[in-house]
Nanobody
């Protein structure tokens, strides 16, 4: 049974940091490309960060470059999103995704709220 379970979200003041984790099971984690998406109320889901399976190549949305870092630990079947210098506009539901060709698995999402 495929599972992706996010953790580490919550409430943070602007300028603070949070680290999201996504623990995977039920598939060969190491060969999947991994991504974090987010969706704010009334907006479409958007790609935040991605990391490839082979070389660990990363790419980021312009809005988070220099603030967020995606990483993966294949030994722990976990992908992380380190979020620094958080802004109110980072408030959203965050989802992790694992993709291999036409296969795509999603987590249930976790809320991140940035507010003073």
């Amino acid at each position: 049974q495929v599972q992706l379970v996010e953790s580490g979200g919550g409430f943070m003041q602007p300028g603070g940091s949070l680290r999201l984790s996504c623990a995977a099971s039920g598939f060969t984690f190491s060969i999947y490309a991994l991504s974090w998406y987010r969706q704010a109320p009334g907006k479409e889901r958007e790609l935040v960060a991605a990391i490839s399976s082979a070389r660990g190549t990363t790419n980021y949305a312009d809005s988070v470059k220099g603030r967020f870092t995606i990483s993966r630990d294949n030994a722990k079947n976990t992908v992380y999103l380190q979020m620094n210098s958080l802004k109110p506009e980072d408030t959203a539901m965050y989802y992790c995704n694992a993709k291999l060709n036409i296969l795509s698995h999603w987590g249930q999402g976790i809320q991140v709220t940035v507010s003073s």
